[in-house]
């Protein structure tokens, strides 16, 4: 067959299987971009991930928190109910959509409305109370884009069902505290008290009026939002109604006797702890299940009204809201990107454990051999190895030891499986020493113990 003819069966083949059009064999392909709102972590970025991931799993461990893994599709209903219709997530940053058999669903924003659901779909509260959870993982708001908001985000929190003491509260910004603290970040503590429906339906009444008489000063929204949902005024960033919010009445004067209480234990734990905290008259967080105590998590030295790292508070209407018995709760979340961002704004690259400490170079193909089943017998010990099989020149070899910063480098090269030997080469002294090649993962696993 011809060439040509050849080429244009082949051609016609394509076309056809592939239904595309014949223009575009010619035109160059697009790349497919990430969706706004949405970001990749790469690979040089782990290390921050890995830290964060390992200080969330060894406070957990320390305080009893058992991990859940929960889906990221949920009934639209679980968060209009317990979020609150008059939020900004349940009103407009929801993705949701009809799945194929119509149910309408949402891809989660926030995780503590299905710690609740769970706790009550599995019947949690027959187990020993406090049921102490936490859980990781990606969250999804249409929220407008900007430095330090996403549109898929990543949250850890940890949720305590069962318990109604001052002390579940105290506990919880104390291990949010120590999260933060213990990676170099040092934070304060916004805390408030917003007591309960009735506290908060009589001080509505009073805002109201304040507002009322501000009218003038404060945004379209917030004129909006003062008849829907007033406590979003004091949420609302524009600096306008902040200035107007600075005076206004603070829900703290309108607490009923026990949540008072309540309040100034939680604040006499955090005392006995050392935790930095200062009272935040105004926080009330935007989600209509918090009840009493409330707090927000901002950098140290920040008002944190647009950097908050992450925020909790007490839930205790929420499980009875999702048809569970009534069941106290407390809880909080903190935003995984935000904490890289803080990290790296202060320059802290952190220890990460499970590094690597051993570099294996080999030159040649039969050291390359007996290199591979090496790098097995250090992996069967326990013992992390990085290599670069896929390089044969030593310089770039050791060029990657040296990123890795390991502390000593096998050399493997004709000679040396000739004589059944191996060099380690300290890489902080520079020093070689030849040794058996049959006993070098014992000698090194001594050596990384010494
Ligand atoms: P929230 O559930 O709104 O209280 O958020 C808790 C924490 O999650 C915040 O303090 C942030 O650290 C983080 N967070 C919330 N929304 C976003 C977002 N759109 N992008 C990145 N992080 C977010």
Redesign the pocket.
Known sequence: MAKKEEKEILEELVVEEKKIDPAALVKKIKTPQLLRGFHDVLAEDQVYWEAIRQKVNSLAFAYSFDRMELPILEPTELFVRSVGKQTDIVEKEMFQFQDQSGANVVLRP?ATASTARAYIEHGMVDRPQPVKLFYEGPMF?Y?RPQA???RQ?N?FGFETFGSDEAIIDAQLILIADRFFRELGIPVTMQVNSIGTTETRNEYKIELVAYYRTHRNEICEDCKRRLTRNPLRVLDCKVEGCRAVTANAPQIIDWLDESSKEHFMRVLEYLEEVDVHYVLAPHLVRGLDYYSRTVFEIVPEGTDGSQS????GGRYDGLVELLGGRPTPACGF???I??TVAALKERQILPEVRGRRDIFLAQLGDVARRKGLALFEAFRQEGVPVAEAFGKSALKAQLELADKYQVKYTLILGQKEVLDGTIIIRDMESGVQETVDMNKVVGIIKKKLTE
Do not use: P, S, V
């Open positions: 926030e708001r929220d330090g908001r996403y985000f949250q908050a790292l992450g925020g979340a903190i935003g990107e935000r």
